[in-house]
């Protein structure tokens, strides 16, 4: 099993090495990067291109490590019993399979995603680290061991709000995705908008990388701001001309609010223009 | 050969462990890199860094040690005197800037090259490996010196000079994450349980009495999850000499905030007098009076006060002593009331505790806080919060 991206998805040579790599050793694979590069995508893309299962886990900050495992559900019980119902002899009737649960059972590759682990208590990831290493668990209320067959791909992904354990950091590969340089930007556009007026992309990226250079941005614009814009772009049929302009500092880029979804930053935008028209 | 990769990586100072390494040679052996160069440094880094911010220090191990396209900038370079004594500050330990104070700068600046001489390479820790567009990293390499922030620093005596005029300082970024996990887990220590919101956890002893009470038949209690309820109320030094702690007082700040879901703060400079405030760029305009934040947050808040307490005695005990207005009040009178107000108040020092004994203004507070000043370090992090909880 190898990754080498898909049609839908742009990995660069290094992302690859590294999914590759947890896909080889079987060990977690943890991705950071800015709100909007694909992490969550990442996973998606994977499971696609591999043409195996996708088990999604997304973290609360109420997320606690056992409901990746299994919860005992024993207030249904309690209820069932004072019923009469028959399901309560069996206690398995009332243990719900989480994810991790889900993904061991399944007795061929799947992938896990872990969906920003850094959302939850600083203690979650070590609450991970003995399930994640062997691919097994106990079960006290059956006293059964579920064990994977085969080890599932594992890929978390973090936006960096909690520092996380260095002894769970020593168990996973770590990718960082570098925001997309212009070139690959292109390319990521061209997945999405395969029949986009060249000069049209040309100017809406420079527009682009121009604004997250604005300082003092409270919410840089993302791949996915720009995705959503170029959408915008073309539904409205906006020319090219419309983007370019002597000084592209002097006006606001139309549909902007596609790409400035912080209302600070808005603001801020506008009196940047506000001062480079009256500088002139 | 890789071996010795490793050590290197290790002398570069990044957190490298066994384990990573024999994951890298593991991987080596199942052919996750083909036999390129590029993808040697790819892997590398996927197994051994876990941290984007040591990339670039990680970037420059890997070009030296892989005989890196260019050499390390000797001193002959033309390095900005300014730019020297920052670093200069970065390299001598507390006590050794304490002991050269008083010997002038000439005199510093020559020790220091010295000290520079001796650690050449540590103090490449200024230049950076570039890569090309990120797509081979052996593309044009070279160093550059990195970090020459030049102006705006007096590092001068800062302790003496009376600034009348409006200082900038900037305000601390609760969003700075470095080494703030231990701090968080330092921080936990200070807690008060309550349970409030929404019922959604099981109530079992009261289920159980509930449940005889009703004569066996199920009675089903449920109850709020347990919360910290803790009350946190931060007054942080800002300025001056404190620049010299601004990342442990950001990570400090940055852990409080994540931590708890009560926390206030305020801002001061030196000591604390009549009025605080709480955004550093517009301080003149907002003020908070002391009396009011005192009315404000009861008792039933924790104070902490983080500042190194290092000031010209009069700034604590003459009317009029402050560096920046003149006070009507003394800041211990201030210090006073608001221990009055806060009694078991604690005090964090980022200056080492050893250098405490030598600063008469530490001595002044350390007595005035009845010896509740802890070093900003983790271990007095745990005593403060040890403190407070009693
Ligand atoms: N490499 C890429 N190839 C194709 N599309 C991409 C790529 N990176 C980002 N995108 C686009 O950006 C969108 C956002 O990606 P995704 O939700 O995976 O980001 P994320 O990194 O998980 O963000 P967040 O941190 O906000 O969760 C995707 O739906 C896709 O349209
Ligand atoms: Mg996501």
Known sequence: MRFEGTDTYVATPDLMLAVNAAITLQRPLLIKGEPGTGKTMLAEEVAGALGVPLLQWHIKSTTKAQQGLYEYDAVSRLRDSQLGDEKVKDISNYIVKGVLWQAFEQGKPSVILIDEVDKADIEFPNDLLRELDRMEFHVYETRQTVRAAVRPIVIITSNNEKELPDAFLRRCFFHYIKFPDKDTMGRIVDVHFPNLKKDLLREAMEVFFELREVPGMKKKPSTSELIDWLKLLVAEDIPPEALRSKDRKTVVPPLAGALLKNEQDVHLFERLVFMAKHNR | ?390
């Not at chain 2, 449940?211 to 999850?225: Q, S, V, Y």
């Not at chain 2, 601004?246 to 703060?265: G, R, T």
């Open chain 2, 1 to 390: 050969m890789l071996i010795d990769f490793f050590l290197h990586l290790k002398a570069k100072k990044l957190p490298v462990s066994t384990r990573e390494f024999l994951t890298l040679l593991e991987a080596l052996k199942e052919h996750v890199a083909e036999n390129s160069i590029d993808d040697f440094y790819f892997l590398a880094r996927t197994c051994l860094v876990k941290d984007e911010t040591h990339y670039d220090k990680f970037d420059q191990a890997f070009g030296e040690y892989f005989k890196g396209v260019t050499q390390i900038p000797g001193l002959d370079a033309d390095i900005p005197e300014e730019w020297l004594k920052m670093m200069m500050k970065k390299h001598l330990t507390p006590e050794e800037k304490a002991k050269l104070e008083k010997l002038g700068w000439d005199k510093l600046m020559e020790e220091f090259k010295k000290r520079l001489a001796e650690q050449k390479e540590r103090h490449a820790g200024g230049s950076k490996w570039i890569g090309t567009g990120g797509s081979s990293p052996f593309g044009h390499g070279g160093y550059h010196p990195e970090g020459i922030r030049i102006g705006g620093e007096s590092t001068g005596n800062r302790t003496a000079i009376k600034v009348w005029e409006n200082r900038e300082y900037r305000n601390l970024d609760d969003t700075v994450e470095l080494g703030t996990r231990n701090i968080k887990i330092a921080l936990r220590r200070l807690r008060r349980f309550a349970r409030e919101g929404a019922e959604d956890e099981l109530d079992m002893d009261g289920t159980i009495a509930g449940t005889a009470r009703n004569a066996g038949w199920l009675d089903i209690k449920m109850r709020p999850e347990r919360h910290n309820k803790v009350k946190v109320l931060l007054f942080l030094d800002i300025g001056g000499s404190m620049d010299d702690h601004i990342k442990v007082c950001e990570e400090l700040f940055s852990a409080a905030k994540s931590e708890f879901k009560h926390l206030e703060y305020f801002y001061f400079h030196n000591c604390i007098y009549d009025y605080v405030w709480k955004d550093n760029r517009r301080r003149h305009g907002e003020r908070f009076p002391l009396w009011d934040v005192m009315h404000k947050y009861g008792e039933d808040y924790k104070v902490v006060v983080v500042g190194d307490a290092t000031m010209s005695p009069y700034e604590i005990l003459q009317p009029g002593g402050s560096v920046e207005y003149s006070n009507e009040e003394a800041g211990a009178v201030w210090l006073q009331r608001m221990l009055d107000t806060w009694p078991r108040a604690v005090w964090l020092n980022p200056e080492p505790e050893r250098l405490w004994d030598y600063r008469h203004s530490i001595e002044l507070i350390r007595t005035i806080f009845n010896s509740r000043m802890f070093p900003l370090t983790l271990a007095g992090l745990e005593r403060a919060m040890r403190e407070l909880n009693k």
